[in-house]
């Protein structure tokens, strides 16, 4: 077994735990499982005027407004029509003064994964022109290479920001 050390690089952050898998497109990723509240079925968003072409909108969950992001436009990927598979996580995000939630909409949620700190691989360099400080490592399931993102910087601070504008302004 090996100990991390604080003063050492990123990858010396204990990463090793339980993480919620789900599908955007062929990919799989995974997030720690301390970042999810609850996982919905798909339902009707309300379309929001204005807002970046990868927030689909708002739901109404339980009386709460909570926005919701399409991780496959976040990430690129080609649009898809809403089917039965697709559901939202409901996450939380921390802000300096308090904690967001905020729904993604993936194709299919997995399965709860508990993964080794030793079995979580780095993030191959890529060159600087392609962002990769949103994922936290690789962590290798067989043939399958699951991507574990580091949500909130898959969603940056400026976007958390936002986010807690919608917020503020549909929950009062």
């Known amino acids: 077994m090996s100990e991390t050390n604080d003063n050492d690089s990123n990858n010396s952050i204990a990463l090793g735990g339980q993480y ?3 599908i955007l ?22 379309p929001i005027p204005r807002i970046p072409s990868d927030y689909r909108g708002v739901i109404n969950l339980r009386g709460t407004i909570i926005p919701v ?3 496959r436009i976040r990430f690129g ?4 029509p809403d089917d039965n598979d697709m559901g939202i996580i409901v996450i939380y995000l921390e802000e300096e003064t308090r904690t967001i939630e905020l729904g993604v909409i993936i194709d299919d949620v997995q399965e709860v994964l508990d993964i080794a700190q030793d079995d979580i691989g780095p993030v191959p360099e890529f060159g600087e022109s392609v962002e990769t400080e949103f994922l936290l490592g690789l962590y290798q399931k067989g043939e399958e290479v699951i991507s574990l993102l580091d949500i909130e910087k898959a969603l940056s601070i400026k976007e958390i920001e936002n986010i807690s504008k919608i917020n503020q302004k549909t929950n009062k």
């Open 20 to 22: 919620m898998s789900f």
């Open 25 to 46: 497109g062929k990919q799989t990723f995974a997030i720690p499982i301390l970042t999810v509240k609850e996982i919905i079925s798909l339902m009707s968003i309300t």
């Open 69 to 71: 992001v399409d991780l």
């Open 77 to 80: 990927m080609d649009a898809k």
